[in-house]
């Protein structure tokens, strides 16, 4: 099972990014309106980055800080309040109701729970089954035989094509949303946050599940995560999020050895180390101070300023924009 198709070029220029670019997420504002009139919940809040073929690109905050938002309007499964999604050059900022079938092929989610995203109702044969036919992946006759391939590419056996997705533990049923993302050969999976919900015992095992296919099927993967250090052996490059923005975006290694956005460095200085060389590389000490304020009540100025220990006068009046650092390093802080 590979790719089917040849890439193209079909207007990468027209949108701002690159012909390696799979998906271009350009100005996206997604806000959510309150009880109270002309107030809103401003989720995400123009955001600009792109994911390029094969890459694996990790989005990391918060909770709160828009990260899961971001996935669902990329899917479509939230409307954009402004801004544009392109992928492999065609706009698909549109409702996944109004998408096209092959789009819904080659772009596929993985969710949190996997609880939630099975049918209780059907065996797995019959839920990975689904893809398979509504996109004619296989011949009619060979759908359940591919069904049990596709459950051997993750790790679990064919027979568990019999199974209900109750007989089975948390793992294997995230195992199973895995292998119905594969079933249709996408481009490129949204992963938001596919380990959080499991015990730490089988997380390992799942997160080596989809760095093998990544590299085994070359696709692009939007990992969302709270846990930055998962990231810094399978993402190739990081954007960290703050209350609907992105403050830094780096190569995985450029990240870890030069954090600039006093966000960043506070994340990586809370992340646990053991060895004498990460120990080495860990920066300054920074300390959460406060919470991460409402999403309704944006601070005025750079939205991290009451929580950054070095904010001064114009952190309080002006917001900073993301600028280029380094070669593909952005950041958004006016230290940097
Ligand atoms: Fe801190 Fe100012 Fe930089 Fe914001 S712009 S991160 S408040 S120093």
Excluded: W
């Amino acid at each position: 099972m590979g790719k089917q198709y040849m890439e193209t070029k079909n207007g990468y220029g027209q949108v701002g990014g690159k012909e390696e670019d799979v998906l271009i997420v350009r100005n996206m504002k997604k806000y959510f309106p309150t009880k109270t009139k002309g107030s809103f919940v401003k989720a995400v809040d123009d955001i600009s980055f792109s994911v390029r073929f094969g890459e694996v690109i990790g989005l990391v905050g918060e909770s709160g800080s828009g990260k899961s938002t971001t996935a669902y309007v990329v899917m479509g499964m939230h409307n954009l309040t402004a801004g544009s999604v392109f992928f492999r050059g065609q706009d698909i900022s549109m409702p996944v109701s109004k998408r096209s079938l092959s789009l819904k092929r080659d772009l596929k989610i993985v969710f949190q729970d996997p609880g939630t995203s099975l049918n209780p109702q059907r065996n797995i044969g019959n839920i990975l089954s689904l893809p398979l036919k509504v996109h004619k992946i296989v011949p009619q006759n060979e759908v359940f035989e591919h069904a049990g391939k596709l459950l051997q590419m993750v790790g679990l056996t064919p027979e568990t094509i019999y199974k209900y997705p109750r007989s089975l533990g948390g793992g294997e049923r995230q195992l199973v949303a895995i292998a119905r993302a594969l079933a249709t050969n996408p481009t490129m999976m949204v992963l938001d946050e596919p380990t959080s919900s499991l015990d730490v015992s089988i997380q390992a095992k799942i997160i080596n599940t989809l760095i093998d296919l990544q590299k085994q099927f070359d696709m692009s993967y939007l990992f969302i995560t709270h846990d930055m250090s998962l990231m810094r052996n399978i993402a190739d490059r990081i954007a960290i999020m703050y209350l609907g923005r992105i403050v830094e975006m780096s190569p995985t290694k450029d990240f870890f050895l030069n954090p600039q956005h006093p966000y960043t460095k506070m994340l990586l200085s809370s992340i646990p180390v053991v060895l004498d060389a990460e120990k080495a590389l860990k920066p300054e000490k920074i300390e959460s101070r406060g919470e991460i304020p409402s999403p309704v009540n944006i601070p005025a100025g750079c939205r991290f300023n009451s929580r950054c220990p070095y904010a001064y006068d114009l952190c309080r009046s002006s917001e900073p924009i993301m600028r280029e650092f380094l070669p593909d390093h952005e950041v958004a802080c006016h230290l940097c």
